[in-house]
């Protein structure tokens, strides 16, 4: 079974652009989190979607956002980039609705914004 | 913020030495997961244990919890080369929802000598 895919894998912008970064889950899963890891601030969670619904997000700027479609896959766009938005975007999927369960994370994106 | 910190921030030891690693917690908790990750890519999960659970072994690994104490501490015994890495501590509050939402600790770095 193929593992969670993220692209792209690299990424670099200018202040003030958007970006939309993406990720397919495990076949069957349903529920996709994404995470933003820096070296200052750790893995902060951002946002979770089960069943193309954001049932919870973390404590960041309305300039990060997502969605889901129908066959899983999520997206997240981050608009007016900023300096401080450099970070590996982390994408994870499991089948299950709770967090009682392991979660399969995929490699990342490595966004730089200069 | 983070819901865990991590002890030792780094740790350096030979091969076929016990590596371990500690992390507290500040709320209650569902369940307490630990993940790899090699090398700034994706986290890689190793072993969840659940709030009624006090020890979990998985291969060399062993997980202890101690719900009293708010902490949990991961022992790899016989550690290789290859578990270089850092390895990460993450919690499932109550207040999560339910939802895939992971609460991270700083992480450990560790450091396998041949």
């Known amino acids: 079974k193929a593992g969670v895919t993220q692209t792209p894998r690299y990424l670099i912008k200018t202040r003030g652009q958007q970006v939309t970064l993406s990720c397919s889950p495990i076949s069957g899963h349903r529920s996709v989190s994404w995470y933003q890891q820096t070296p200052g601030q750790g893995l902060q969670f951002l946002f979770e979607?089960?069943?193309?619904?954001?049932?919870n997000k973390g404590n960041f700027p309305g300039r990060f956002s997502g969605r889901q479609f129908s066959n899983s896959r999520s997206e997240m766009n981050v608009s007016t980039l900023e300096l401080g938005d450099s970070a590996l975007y982390l994408c994870?999927?499991?089948?299950?609705?709770?967090?009682?369960?392991?979660?399969?994370f995929g490699p990342g994106t490595r966004l730089t914004v200069t | 913020s983070q819901q865990g910190e991590e002890d030792p921030q780094a740790l350096s030891i030979q091969e076929g030495e016990n590596a371990t690693m500690n992390c507290s917690y500040k709320?209650?908790?569902?369940?307490l997961q630990w993940y790899r990750q090699n090398s700034g890519r994706g986290l890689v999960h190793l072993i969840l244990i659940r709030s009624n659970e006090r020890e979990k072994h998985s291969g060399r690994l062993r997980v202890t919890l101690d719900t009293s104490k708010k902490s949990s501490s991961l022992l790899i015994t016989a550690s290789r080369a290859a578990d270089t890495a850092s390895y990460f501590c993450?919690?499932?509050?109550?207040?999560?929802?339910?939802?895939?939402?992971?609460?991270f600790g700083a992480g450990t770095r560790l450091a396998v000598h041949p």
């Open positions: 979607y089960f069943s193309e619904t954001q049932r």
């Open positions: 709320t209650s908790i569902n369940n």
């Open positions: 994870a999927s499991s089948f299950r609705r709770t967090s009682s369960y392991e979660q399969y």
């Open positions: 993450a919690t499932d509050p109550p207040l999560s929802g339910g939802y895939n939402k992971l609460i």
